[in-house]
């Protein structure tokens, strides 16, 4: 009697209508129940309604009011948290596949089995790859995952190495290679073997991709300028376009430096062999002519050619530097001729940094630092080291060099990979004029700073260059970092646009084709132009594919490197070691502070910074924490921090501040 039946259909309707309806993403507690946490509003999630769901998916919920009480109801799912994911294996007292899922906030276990295609007998805290089959939102009874790759067994000191790289799907193997090379020339190549070019990199190095020669100009027997002639190794004269070499590489885009080892690129006897330029062997190149006077300014174009060259020497940074510097090491040039290539290398790059702090923009000096590892991949120390004049030497250089590409790109091919940085992102300029007026600006200079940093004026090359010359005066590191949060992300185009972050009109890199994928496609869009033919106009996939590999090697760098660091610090827990940091950020739950010393990110819990929550206050504008109405702390701030617990198994570094 109810089929059918029109008022019922009605009510029904009208109850659905009368639901209120919120979407967001659960948060779990170490409790039984949660939150869904919606753009402006937080619900309670009792523990009745948990167990359908788990931390991290976003759901629709109906809301429910008893009083002034607030609760929500669990409709549907609209995204999972899990799909692909990793775990560490466990087992029941029945022995039965369970998996403990590698995030903070999933505590529970999710039954699983195995895929036929994993062959390794699987044991207690392996790492494995699952994927989620079942979830209780979408019509099953419960969770239920499938082991489908085996990563590692639980005991391998490598697993931060591994795990890490089956988490964001890169390989940890290096591309397989041919078994023989062929070398294809198109171009007639200039035998340049007598040049007297020179290597300066890492002792450790093996993929040397750049080799340099400098010669002074003359004119009436004066010193007018510098000749720099580039050598960049050319691994696309052994690698044919449409070859799996070719594939692999425009899939993996970049070598991946992590601590210990690199994966590379490209084959190691291509990388580290046959295009290496190691010292007195004959290799294949793409030479750059370039020509600057004598303060720094390019003087002509540049003339790019396809050559033989022989490095004749393989130097290390820290011996041309304390050879420069005058640190008695007992280093010295093995010849006269090393020697002068050294000394003549130091005046052009002395007039390059003079002529980019002029016109462009110089980096700001910042210790890179790494991890010296033991044989079972156990990390022995942590050290940081900043960038010497030899260092320099070869940056000024190579950056001179891409300058050069782009502007010979532009002009010749009209396509490329050029490496653009368009600034303040739009809807941020407004901002950024207000926060340098506010912190920069006074009665007397106001009108002028206005003009000076209009929104149209910081979003063009000649203005933001301007804007950051200003703010290099003041020693305070706030400024700068503050300055982060507007920025928008560098992007590669097919079509010449200025690198702000640079403060240069042109950019694109060719000096590591070794390395880097985006160097292989401009090296072959030079050969084109050298060779008179129409260039290869720029696959746009290339660029997105260049884009999602650099955000996943950095990813991994990270990943791995907060899990060294989680293991070097946690023996030292108990000896309460200060180290001196720098505020990096400021959220709404704590302060992270980077020791300075080993680059470690420690994160310091506002609760353990003051006793009564209500009289601290966040100011997401100004990145700093205010305690009883004074700002007590902000982004760039010297602190002294303690550790107070490490937790390996999370990765996790926690601290206090030593007030």
Same mark, same amino acid.
């Given at each position: 009697?109810?089929?059918?039946?029109?008022?019922?259909?009605?009510?029904?309707?009208?109850?659905?209508?009368?639901?209120?309806?919120?979407?967001?993403?659960?948060?779990?507690?170490?409790?039984?129940?949660?939150?869904?946490?919606?753009?402006?509003?937080?619900?309670?999630?009792?523990?009745?309604?948990?167990?359908?769901?788990?931390?991290?998916?976003?759901?629709?919920?109906?809301?429910?009011?008893? &009083?002034? *009480?607030?609760?929500?109801?669990? +409709? $549907? %799912?609209?995204?999972?948290? #899990?799909?692909?994911?990793?775990?560490?294996?466990?087992?029941?007292?029945?022995?039965?596949?369970?998996?403990?899922?590698?995030?903070?906030?999933?505590?529970?276990?999710?039954?699983?089995?195995?895929?036929?295609?994993?062959?390794?007998?699987?044991?207690?805290?392996?790492?494995?790859?699952?994927?989620?089959?079942?979830?209780?939102?979408?019509?099953?009874?419960?969770?239920?995952?499938?082991?489908?790759?085996?990563?590692?067994?639980?005991?391998?000191?490598?697993?931060?190495?591994?795990?890490?790289?089956?988490?964001?799907?890169?390989?940890?193997?290096?591309?397989? &290679?041919? *078994?023989?090379?062929?070398?294809? +020339? $198109? %171009?007639?190549?200039?035998? #340049?073997?007598?040049?007297?070019?020179?290597?300066?990199?890492?002792?450790?190095?093996?993929?040397?991709?750049?080799?340099?020669?400098?010669?002074?100009?003359?004119?009436?027997?004066?010193?007018?300028?510098?000749?720099?002639?580039?050598?960049?190794?050319?691994?696309?004269?052994?690698?044919?376009?449409?070859?799996?070499?070719?594939?692999?590489?425009?899939?993996?885009?970049?070598?991946?430096?992590?601590?210990?080892?690199?994966?590379?690129?490209?084959?190691?006897?291509?990388?580290?062999?046959?295009?290496?330029?190691?010292?007195?062997?004959?290799?294949?190149?793409?030479?750059?002519?370039?020509?600057?006077?004598?303060?720094?300014?390019?003087?002509?174009?540049?003339?790019?050619?396809?050559?033989?060259?022989?490095?004749?020497?393989?130097?290390?940074?820290?011996?041309?530097?304390?050879?420069?510097?005058?640190?008695?090491?007992?280093?010295?040039?093995?010849?006269?001729?090393?020697?002068?290539?050294?000394?003549?290398?130091?005046?052009?790059?002395l007039a390059r940094i003079d002529w980019r702090s002029k016109n462009a923009l110089l980096f700001k000096e910042q210790g890179d630092y790494y991890f010296e590892l033991n044989e079972d991949g156990s990390v022995r120390d942590i050290h940081v080291e900043y960038r010497r004049i030899a260092n320099q030497m070869i940056e000024e250089s190579m950056i001179l060099a891409n300058i050069c590409a782009a502007q010979y790109l532009d002009k010749y091919a009209h396509t490329g990979v050029f490496n653009t940085h368009s600034g303040f992102d739009i809807k941020n300029l407004e901002l950024v004029q207000k926060f340098l007026l506010d912190t920069l600006g006074n009665e007397q200079n106001y009108k002028e700073l206005s003009q000076r940093y209009a929104p149209e004026s910081l979003a063009t090359l000649e203005g933001y260059c301007e804007m950051r010359r200003d703010i290099e005066q003041f020693p305070e590191n706030f400024?700068?970092?503050?300055?982060?949060?507007?920025?928008?992300?560098?992007?590669?185009?097919?079509?010449?646009?200025?690198?702000?972050?640079?403060?240069?009109?042109?950019?694109?890199?060719?000096?590591?084709?070794?390395?880097?994928?985006?160097?292989?496609?401009?090296?072959?869009?030079?050969?084109?132009?050298?060779?008179?033919?129409?260039?290869?106009?720029?696959?746009?996939?290339?660029?997105?594919?260049?884009?999602?590999?650099?955000?996943?090697?950095?990813?991994?760098?990270?990943?791995?490197?907060?899990?060294?660091?989680?293991?070097?610090?946690?023996?030292?827990?108990?000896?309460?070691?200060?180290?001196?940091?720098?505020?990096?950020?400021?959220?709404?739950?704590?302060?992270?502070?980077?020791?300075?010393?080993?680059?470690?990110?420690?994160?310091?819990?506002?609760?353990?910074?003051?006793?009564?929550?209500?009289?601290?206050?966040?100011?997401?504008?100004?990145?700093?924490?205010?305690?009883?109405?004074?700002?007590?702390?902000?982004?760039?701030?010297?602190?002294?921090?303690?550790?107070?617990?490490?937790?390996?198994?999370?990765?996790?570094?926690?601290?206090?501040?030593?007030?």
């Amino acid at each position: 009697m109810f089929q059918n039946n029109p008022l019922l259909a009605q009510l029904k309707q009208q109850i659905e209508a009368s639901k209120e309806y919120v979407e967001g993403v659960v948060k779990t507690t170490d409790k039984s129940y949660g939150f869904l946490e919606c753009d402006k509003n937080s619900y309670f999630i009792p523990p009745q309604e948990m167990k359908k769901i788990m931390h991290g998916d976003k759901i629709r919920a109906v809301v429910k009011r008893d &009083g002034d *009480k607030e609760q929500v109801e669990v +409709d $549907s %799912l609209l995204e999972p948290m #899990l799909d692909r994911f990793i775990a560490q294996v466990k087992f029941n007292k029945d022995g039965k596949l369970q998996l403990a899922v590698d995030h903070p906030s999933i505590k529970s276990l999710i039954p699983a089995n195995t895929h036929k295609k994993v062959e390794h007998k699987l044991a207690e805290n392996d790492w494995v790859v699952a994927q989620l089959k079942t979830h209780p939102l979408r019509d099953d009874r419960f969770f239920f995952a499938q082991v489908t790759q085996f990563i590692c067994k639980a005991d391998d000191n490598f697993a931060p190495w591994w795990v890490t790289l089956a988490r964001h799907e890169q390989p940890r193997e290096p591309v397989a &290679g041919e *078994k023989s090379y062929t070398l294809a +020339d $198109s %171009l007639e190549r200039e035998d #340049l073997t007598d040049l007297y070019f020179t290597t300066i990199d890492s002792p450790s190095t093996q993929d040397m991709d750049d080799a340099l020669y400098i010669e002074p100009i003359e004119q009436n027997g004066e010193q007018t300028g510098w000749r720099l002639v580039v050598a960049i190794a050319d691994p696309t004269a052994y690698i044919p376009l449409d070859s799996n070499i070719e594939k692999a590489a425009r899939q993996r885009c970049f070598t991946n430096y992590l601590p210990g080892f690199n994966i590379p690129m490209l084959p190691r006897e291509l990388s580290d062999e046959l295009c290496s330029l190691v010292p007195n062997e004959k290799r294949p190149a793409l030479v750059a002519y370039i020509e600057v006077d004598l303060q720094g300014n390019i003087s002509g174009e540049t003339r790019f050619t396809s050559a033989w060259v022989e490095s004749k020497a393989k130097l290390a940074y820290n011996d041309v530097s304390d050879f420069i510097e005058k640190v008695d090491n007992h280093w010295r040039p093995e010849t006269e001729q090393i020697e002068q290539q050294i000394n003549w290398l130091h005046q052009f790059t002395l007039a390059r940094i003079d002529w980019r702090s002029k016109n462009a923009l110089l980096f700001k000096e910042q210790g890179d630092y790494y991890f010296e590892l033991n044989e079972d991949g156990s990390v022995r120390d942590i050290h940081v080291e900043y960038r010497r004049i030899a260092n320099q030497m070869i940056e000024e250089s190579m950056i001179l060099a891409n300058i050069c590409a782009a502007q010979y790109l532009d002009k010749y091919a009209h396509t490329g990979v050029f490496n653009t940085h368009s600034g303040f992102d739009i809807k941020n300029l407004e901002l950024v004029q207000k926060f340098l007026l506010d912190t920069l600006g006074n009665e007397q200079n106001y009108k002028e700073l206005s003009q000076r940093y209009a929104p149209e004026s910081l979003a063009t090359l000649e203005g933001y260059c301007e804007m950051r010359r200003d703010i290099e005066q003041f020693p305070e590191n706030f400024l700068e970092m503050r300055l982060r949060r507007y920025l928008t992300f560098a992007e590669f185009k097919t079509e010449c646009a200025p690198h702000l972050g640079l403060g240069i009109s042109h950019y694109a890199t060719w000096t590591s084709p070794i390395r880097k994928y985006g160097d292989m496609v401009n090296h072959r869009l030079i050969k084109q132009v050298l060779a008179q033919e129409n260039p290869t106009a720029v696959d746009e996939s290339i660029l997105v594919r260049l884009q999602e590999a650099r955000k996943q090697n950095r990813m991994v760098e990270r990943d791995i490197a907060d899990w060294l660091y989680a293991r070097y610090l946690a023996p030292m827990v108990e000896k309460n070691i200060e180290f001196e940091g720098e505020i990096h950020d400021v959220s709404r739950g704590g302060l992270r502070v980077k020791v300075l010393e080993n680059g470690a990110s420690i994160f310091v819990p506002f609760s353990t910074i003051h006793p009564n929550k209500e009289e601290m206050l966040y100011n997401p504008e100004e990145i700093a924490l205010y305690i009883k109405g004074e700002k007590s702390y902000q982004i760039g701030q010297q602190v002294k921090i303690k550790l107070k617990e490490v937790r390996i198994e999370t990765r996790s570094i926690v601290g206090e501040l030593v007030i």
